[in-house]
């Protein structure tokens, strides 16, 4: 079955920067959309990003600015580049592959369909 390994995952102080990796056979850049989701504990899950199949890329208002999504097409690779870190990033990660239909409205429930997240989180 089509697996994602998402890594990049840690601890740091605000103001830091990390960068997340999304790898594996389900990801498929020029058919599918992809979405980073993140899912702070005790709350629901936050769309985080999606990137279109043509490359264009949305970015909830609460990371513009501060984030930003490549790919890696040879390494079938997505990462998630995260500046300027604030304590309200502080959650777990994942990247979803998904359609147009839902790669936004993706069940908080399912995040982990592909595979296990990655945790960060950030000290003031």
């Known amino acids: 079955e089509a697996r994602l390994v998402v890594s990049g995952g840690g601890s740091g102080e605000a103001g830091q920067a990390r960068r997340l990796s999304c790898a594996g056979s389900a990801l498929n850049f020029d058919t599918y959309y992809q979405g980073w989701y993140r899912q702070a504990q005790g709350k629901e899950c936050e769309l985080v990003s999606t990137r279109r199949s043509d490359g264009v890329i949305w970015y909830a208002q609460s990371v513009k600015g501060r984030f930003a999504v490549s790919t890696n097409d040879a390494k079938n690779t997505i990462y998630l580049q995260m500046n300027n870190l604030k304590p309200e990033d502080a959650a777990v990660y994942y990247c979803?592959?998904?359609?147009?239909?839902?790669?936004?409205?993706?069940?908080?429930?399912?995040?982990?369909?592909w595979g296990q997240g990655t945790v960060v989180t950030v000290s003031a």
């Open positions: 979803v592959p998904a359609d147009l239909g839902t790669v936004a409205s993706w069940p908080c429930s399912r995040l982990n369909t």
